[in-house]
């Protein structure tokens, strides 16, 4: 059973900086072997792309609103996947979701529908 657990979230100020981590776990699962992305969804509103890192090689991939500011990366000894997220606005306001691709996906990296495993989520509020 593959487990994604989201951490680091909470109350910053405009201007401010978050890290959040997503640990995972399961048997065979590694984030080495699937692509990982990070969403999130704001009150009333439709659950919405981040950021993506590519199993293979590394690409990475962004939302224009965030381009910049925001910085997806991988650690694969510790099975973790991280959102630094800096120049943080109120309009980041949101509970943001680690997500998980099958096994060496080859797909796009932009729609949820396309991630098989997701974690339970993190708020992340920011103050102005």
């Known amino acids: 059973q593959v487990q994604l657990v989201e951490s680091g979230g909470g109350l910053v100020q405009t201007g401010g900086s978050l890290r959040l981590s997503c640990t995972a776990s399961?048997?065979?699962?590694?984030?080495?072997?699937?692509?990982m992305g990070w969403f999130r969804q704001a009150p009333g509103k439709e659950r919405e792309f981040v950021a993506a890192?590519?199993?293979?090689?590394?690409?990475?991939y962004y939302a224009d609103s965030v381009k910049g500011r925001f910085t997806i990366s991988r650690d694969n000894a510790k099975n973790t996947v991280y959102l630094q997220m800096n120049s943080l606005k109120p309009e980041d306001t949101a509970v943001y979701y680690c997500?998980?691709?099958?096994?060496?996906?080859?797909?796009?990296?932009?729609?949820?529908?396309?991630?098989?495993?997701w974690g339970q989520g993190t708020q992340v509020t920011v103050s102005s």
């Open positions: 399961g048997r065979t699962f590694s984030v080495s072997s699937h692509g």
């Open positions: 890192i590519r199993w293979s090689g590394g690409t990475t």
């Open positions: 997500a998980a691709t099958p096994p060496v996906y080859t797909g796009s990296y932009y729609a949820a529908v396309n991630y098989r495993y």
